[in-house]
């Protein structure tokens, strides 16, 4: 029984040993697996806020990225430091996340750790050249990653008229801000392989997009002359529950006052007689001078005789 014993704790050991070993295996399989991009959207929004273009990516990780996934992007060097990195959270809301750019040669890589599916990054390339009132500029997508879908827009700046981009990228739309937009397309793209653009436009002046837009409220401003005629009517009747309120509470705070006020009762002397009060008590002993005999204290009749005494 020992001998059968210890065969099978050196089989479950040998199993366990098996399994490890294929979970490192599969691990390594996954870190070294390439990432790939099923969607890559572009957006090139010349003099939007700046004099430059601004360039945002919207990106998601195929889903067959092991997450978290390591990513580095290049951008123009000229461009410096990225706008914004950021990962969209599950409640579509955008957080920040860190990122390190280090240049080399044209580009300035970007290397970030990406926790969740959805990416947006976003860089000004200042790369705009003018000639009398045409401006121009390129962009070009360096082919850093597979890409499954590939989508452009170019935004035409506010003011700007004859926007012409090579290649020709879709009809004109415009939203209801009035903006123009010209969008395309691409499709797939496989790792390496670049996409350039090149867009030019007539533009008289160097008013920024963002400067020349109306403030729009977030919902509908509600109408407040409704209930404003409403409350009219009953304004009457509320200052008057007012009015009874405070008096009220007045009349009930002066009688807590008073109370506290009042001074603890004080116990009263117990009066003298009539008869005693009318005369202070002669000093000394005080006889009768009819019988002679002796009158006690507050006494005014002789008590053996009945004679009036003579107190003074």
Not at 222 to 228: C, E, F, L, M, Y
Not at 287 to 299: T, V
Request: proline letters at 8%; one cysteine or more.
């Amino acid at each position: 029984m020992p001998y059968k014993n210890k065969a099978a704790l050196n089989t479950l050991s040998s199993i366990l040993l098996l399994v490890i070993m294929l979970a490192l295996v599969w691990s390594a399989v996954l870190a070294q697996r390439p990432v790939s991009l099923s969607e890559l959207e572009v957006d090139l929004w010349p003099e939007y806020d700046r004099p430059s273009v601004l360039v945002i990516y919207r990106i998601t990780l195929s889903p067959d990225a092991g997450l978290p996934a390591d990513l580095i992007l290049r951008i123009p060097v000229a461009s410096g430091e990225p706008h914004a990195v950021a990962a969209k959270q599950p409640d579509g809301s955008l957080v920040n996340i860190e990122y390190q750019r280090v240049v080399n040669g044209d580009w300035g890589e970007v290397s970030l750790t990406a926790s969740q599916p959805e990416l947006q990054i976003e860089y000004y390339d200042p790369g705009i050249t003018r000639e009398g009132t045409t401006r121009r500029f390129e962009y070009r997508w360096p082919g850093d990653y597979t890409v499954q879908d590939m989508k452009i827009q170019v935004q035409q700046p506010l003011g700007a008229t004859d926007l012409r981009t090579s290649p020709s990228l879709g009809e004109q739309v415009t939203d209801a801000s009035g903006l123009s937009y010209h969008n395309a397309n691409i499709g797939a793209l496989s790792a390496g392989q670049e996409f350039e653009i090149s867009v030019e436009y007539d533009k008289a002046t160097d008013d920024l997009t963002a400067a020349g837009l109306q403030v729009q409220p977030s919902a509908p401003v509600a109408d407040t002359a409704g209930w404003r005629s409403q409350l009219r009517p009953a304004l009457p009747w509320g200052l008057l529950v007012l009015g009874v309120i405070l008096l009220v509470g007045g009349a009930v705070w002066y009688w807590q006052s008073g109370k506290r006020g009042e001074k603890p009762s004080q116990p009263r002397r117990r009066r003298m007689p009539a008869a005693a009060a009318e005369s202070p008590a002669p000093e000394g002993h005080v006889y009768c001078h009819s019988c002679g005999k002796r009158a006690g204290p507050g006494d005014r009749f002789c008590r053996a005789c009945g004679t009036r005494l003579r107190l003074e």
